[in-house]
């Protein structure tokens, strides 16, 4: 077999053996079948917890029942019960844990309801929010009847306004699809920021420890470097398939089959239900990209290292280019229309996210995609010859320092003149 | 193969690692590479292995110049062991044996000849960081010479072995030489390089300053060593002409002399003074030599 395969697969089933690859594979996989599961899980949970209880202290005496009905009406896990005893009474009742809170209510002078809530602690906000939304509900009912107005006049002050927006643009996407797409690209950035920074760093530490351990010296002795770096860094890619394959396979086929059990809500929101399978083979396009630049560029950065501790400070400057390519495109879900997303969308170092976000979000000519994707590979190209020189280099170099200054001496060892 | 450099310069930038280095090494020779630190040695052996480019000169095995398509038949013990901490030691021969051409069945075969030959057979399911300094250096040594070459360039092969394992690892060269493998040697164990090699090279910054046949280089370099032990006191001899260096030992003396006639002179002057129980005139040794030429002191 040829040797930059040997290298290949020695690269690939060596890392793919390690215990930490393993673990963290089947604990990602394990996190994504949660997540897909929230709303099962609350439910779960839900169901089995009681419902919380709440001491009602009506000194109107006319508004516990309104209100408890509109509570029940408003599906909630609230329990309202009346409290016959004084309000410090109740307070110790609170203490001691029997209700989650204690609800006081009034009538004001102009008839209308008024209430002050107590509780241990101010943390659960949403059980508050339900009752004053019910109440505040009960207020408008009283007030409109006060003032002898019809169902009719009712119906019409509440209706919602009608507004309707669409774009004159053939091809662009309705805001439904829009939010949907949103999802999923946001889903998806993250995937491509994760693996870019894992195994670019993967790469580094991969070379440097084969720098550090010295057996680089045999290495290179057998086999070019270059054709080294290369099988390397076609080895872990082939590894990171590996394992977007196994989180993309069991993340399909959880979100499938909670999209069945349940309508609306949560995955309508993300996009999910209906994936769209040109977002993904964009993102797989530009995740495989967006890898063999930074790959590209570890490589020859952990080349320059002498010991795997100096490896985090050496790419730090890359992994930062990653982190602020990926604060653009969170920017740029809000508003992918911006001058400075189309424009950062043709800087190869950010294109990867950038582009991606445009395809999936917006309908951009096929030109723009195609250009972008040109430059990137262009420049991953050059990368690859210039990081290939250095590598040759930096692979003999040992030594304290680990400066950018070394470039150039690792350029000069691979000079013939 | 024979080995042949020609006029090999590398310069680094203003630095020049190596001057105008003319060696050749015959088919099935044990060549000794000598030099202080920094005497350019791994580099020339780098530009052996194509690692790095000369400035200016060729070097040719049998004629061809040498590049990754001669890889499987060439050796390469580096000075600074390298192997992989985490890799069991027939993970990682065999990979290293691979890159060098070799199949996977032979080596694995090899491999086991290799750790029984080294009394070291139940390692073969080892992790490398598992072993001792002494142990991995076999495995090391085992790494350079298991898909047979037929160039060897071993680099300080026997530092950090007891004197066990350095007879064994001796014979193993040993035994490659006789099978035909050309073997370029560095070391700074000047007994090793005396009792192993036939011809050698001291580098000093990059220029050769000794090259040849040892016997030649001995015959040559002229000086020789004279050993008086004596019951009277000889101490005064150290002025006498001809003597360039003098060292007094509790029993007696060490001189360094320019010729054999020098020799003769002194025991003309010191016989009948008094009971003389050791007059011996040696060879100079690879040390004295080295000392001298490449002006620094090993021990």
Redesign the interface.
């Known amino acids: 077999?040829n040797?930059f395969f040997?290298?290949l697969f020695?690269t690939y089933l060596?890392k793919l053996k390690t215990k930490s690859f393993l673990v963290t594979t089947v604990l990602t996989a394990l996190i994504l079948i949660a997540l897909t599961n929230i709303p099962r899980i609350i439910d779960f949970f839900e169901k089995d917890g009681e419902a919380e209880k709440i001491a009602v202290i009506d000194e109107s005496g006319q508004l516990f029942a309104p209100l408890e009905q509109q509570m029940l009406a408003g599906d909630t896990d609230v329990e309202l019960v009346e409290f016959t005893g004084s309000a410090d009474e109740a307070e110790e009742k609170v203490e001691a844990g029997d209700y989650s809170g204690l609800l006081q209510l009034r009538m004001t002078g102009e008839n209308l309801p008024a209430a002050s809530f107590k509780s241990m602690s101010m943390a659960d906000s949403s059980l508050v929010s339900e009752i004053e939304g019910s109440l505040q509900q009960l207020k408008t009912m009283m007030a409109s009847a006060s003032l002898n107005l019809s169902q009719e006049q009712l119906a019409n002050l509440y209706e919602p306004v009608e507004f309707e927006r669409s774009a004159l643009a053939e091809d662009a996407k309705t805001e439904e699809e829009l939010s949907q797409a949103r999802g999923l690209v946001y889903v998806l950035l993250f995937i491509i920021y994760f693996s870019v920074i894992m195994y670019a760093s993967m790469i580094a530490t991969e070379v440097a420890?084969?720098k550090s351990?010295?057996?680089?010296?045999?290495?290179?002795?057998?086999?070019?470097p270059i054709?080294q770096m290369f099988a390397k860094i076609l080895g872990i890619g082939l590894l990171s398939l590996t394992q977007l394959a196994v989180f993309l396979i069991v993340g399909y086929f959880s979100v499938k089959t909670n999209v069945e059990t349940m309508e609306g809500g949560f995955f309508e929101f993300f996009g999910f239900s209906n994936i769209a399978g040109a977002t993904i083979a964009y993102a797989v396009i530009f995740f495989l990209l967006g890898y063999f630049l930074y790959a590209t560029l570890a490589a020859f950065l952990g080349s320059l290292v002498s010991r795997i501790e100096d490896v985090q400070q050496m790419i730090t400057p890359m992994t930062l280019l990653v982190v602020a390519g990926f604060m653009i495109a969170m920017f740029g879900l809000g508003q992918p229309e911006a001058p400075f997303i189309t424009i950062t969308s043709f800087i190869p170092f950010f294109t990867p996210m950038i582009m991606f976000l445009r395809v999936g979000m917006l309908n951009i000519p096929l030109w723009e995609t195609s250009l972008a994707i040109a430059i990137l590979t262009g420049t991953i190209i050059l990368l690859a010859a210039f990081g290939a020189r250095v590598y040759r280099g930096g692979v003999?170099m040992?030594g304290k320092s680990n400066s950018f200054k070394d470039i150039k001496t690792a350029l000069?060892?691979?000079k013939?003149? | 193969m024979a080995l042949k450099l020609e006029n090999v310069t590398k310069k680094?930038?203003e630095f020049t690692a190596v001057d105008d280095l003319s060696l050749e090494i015959p088919e099935k020779e044990m060549f000794g590479f000598l030099g202080a630190n920094g005497a350019g040695k791994t580099t020339t052996f780098?530009m052996i292995?194509?690692?790095?480019?000369p400035?200016k000169g060729r070097i040719t095995l049998d004629g061809k110049t040498i590049d990754?398509s001669t890889?499987p038949i060439?050796g390469?013990l580096?000075e600074?062991?390298?192997?992989?901490?985490k890799?069991k030691v027939k993970?990682q021969i065999v990979?290293?044996a691979?890159?060098?051409g070799m199949q996977k069945q032979d080596a694995v075969r090899e491999l086991a000849y290799w750790l029984e030959r080294f009394k070291v057979p139940e390692y073969m399911d080892k992790k490398v960081e598992e072993l001792s300094k002494g142990n991995q250096q076999k495995i090391q040594f085992l790494?350079?010479v298991i898909h047979k070459p037929r160039l060897l360039i071993l680099d300080e092969p026997f530092s950090g072995l007891d004197p066990v394992n350095v007879e064994l690892l001796k014979q193993a060269v040993i035994d490659l030489k006789e099978a035909g493998t050309t073997i370029v040697f560095s070391s700074h164990r000047m007994e090793h390089v005396e009792e192993m090699c036939e011809h050698l090279c001291i580098m000093q910054k990059g220029r050769p300053v000794v090259h040849g046949a040892l016997k030649e280089i001995k015959r040559s370099f002229g000086k020789k060593n004279l050993v008086i032990h004596a019951d009277f006191d000889i101490s005064s001899l150290e002025n006498h002409d001809g003597v360039t260096k003098a060292k007094h030992t509790p029993e007696g003396i060490h001189l360094q002399v320019t010729s054999e006639y020098i020799a003769e002179e002194i025991l003309k002057r010191i016989v009948g003074k008094g009971f003389i129980r050791k007059f011996v005139l040696e060879e100079p040794s690879l040390n004295d030599i080295f000392i001298e030429k490449a002006g620094a002191s090993y021990e």
């Open positions: 077999m040797n040997i290298i020695h060596s420890t084969e351990s010295r057996v680089m010296e045999i290495l290179i002795s057998s086999v070019s054709k003999l040992y000069q060892l691979t013939k003149k | 680094f930038g780098r292995l194509g690692l790095l480019d400035t990754y890889s060439i390469y580096p600074e062991r390298g192997l992989y901490p890799l993970e990979y290293l691979r890159l060098r790494a350079a």
